[in-house]
């Protein structure tokens, strides 16, 4: 890695059997063992759909793969990133110039797996140093399959989405020059497909508490492992059912509230949930909805939704509540957005917009229990400002149930 001088300097910890104490101090790597830890230096690239290329070199498993370009602007999370299934069908850029430092362990994972079809980085750490590493990010990639791409200038890589917009693009480590033309038909043709059922859980799962108050049924259509252990934190038997459970099976499984999840993909290719949940809204049932829960709430209700210029992902995202004035720093991954005044005042208000460009963050509905927003509040990476949401979850499921 191009930021090491001759050594390298990694925290460890060792045990003191004089007095049982562990204490640090700092290892010196040797130029020799660096050597010895360094992977090959393979030639990769980045085509974009524009025609632009970028070299750089190759890290996770090698090959050719095609997505949706897409950055993300978080300094830390690079591992919930890497597991976030919203990000299915995506090649995800890193605006943060160093990542992999403090390694990989799974209990940080939002889902069993990496989603991503690509991964880009300025640089990438050999050596990580942290007491829950269990591994680098490039052991990672090659676990999952993934095609990674370091060494590129990702800052104009991050301007070129900027000014024109996300686009297709492929990581390869062929020969980019020799069939250029040829390759750039396969990225433009190149769609996401089926996002939502491809990640979604194919049966119903369990998950009970010793001390169940409510019931939840979460409607998986990508969720994050961390949503689930919010409900389970509070209290919540927790039944997380398939994308495509109809409001009958739903409502037979007698929820006090239901849960529509974050998840991958085109709202409004979703049209099966769209009238699921509006039998639901019909039932008076208290929902809450989260990023891709929320664009679908606002579909079924009369809304539109858009897909953004480049879209808001990293956390770092702010968002201002509009009734108490109050700014939320937010974590983000979405690249479609609910029109805020497309929802009829009389069903719906806006309750959070986002403080950069005034997109629609979130909205509180008149005509059941229902509000969503689309931050994600139980954050993993980013900051947990907007975790009481889930409280506001609990007040509404207890308010109902009286």
Known sequence: ????????????????????????????????EREGIRMSEQKAYLLLANGQVFEGKSFGVTGTTIG????????????????????????????????????????DYESPKCWLKGYIVREWCEVPSNFRCEGTIDAFLKANGVIGLYGIDTRQLTRVIRESGVMNGMITTEDVFAKKEELLMQIQAYEIKDAVETVSTKEKQVYTVEEPKYHVVMMDFGYKRHILQHLKNRNCNVTVVPYNTTAEEILALRPDGVMLTNGPGNPAENTEVIQT???LIAQKIPMFGICLGHQLTALANGGETVKLKYGHRGGNQPVKELKTGRVYVTSQNHGYAVVGDSIDPSIGIMSHWNANDKTCEGVEYKNAPVFTVQFH????????????????FMDLMDKEGK
């Not at 004089?18 to 130029?31: K, L, M, P, V």
């Not at 995506?90 to 992999?100: D, M, R, S, W, Y």
């Open 277 to 279: 949940l509006q039998q």
């Open 68 to 107: 949706e370009v897409v950055f993300a602007t978080g300094m830390t999370g690079y591992q919930e990133t890497l597991t976030d299934p919203s990000y299915y069908g995506q090649i995800a850029v890193q605006t943060f110039p160093l990542n992999g430092n403090y390694g990989t362990n799974s209990s």
């Open 1 to 32: 890695m191009k930021c090491w001088s001759m050594s390298i300097t990694m925290s460890v910890y060792l045990f003191n059997g004089i007095n049982g104490h562990f204490f640090y101090r700092s290892a010196i790597i040797s130029e020799t």
């Open 377 to 392: 509040p139980e954050a993993c990476g980013g900051p947990r400002d907007t975790s009481y949401l889930f409280d506001r």
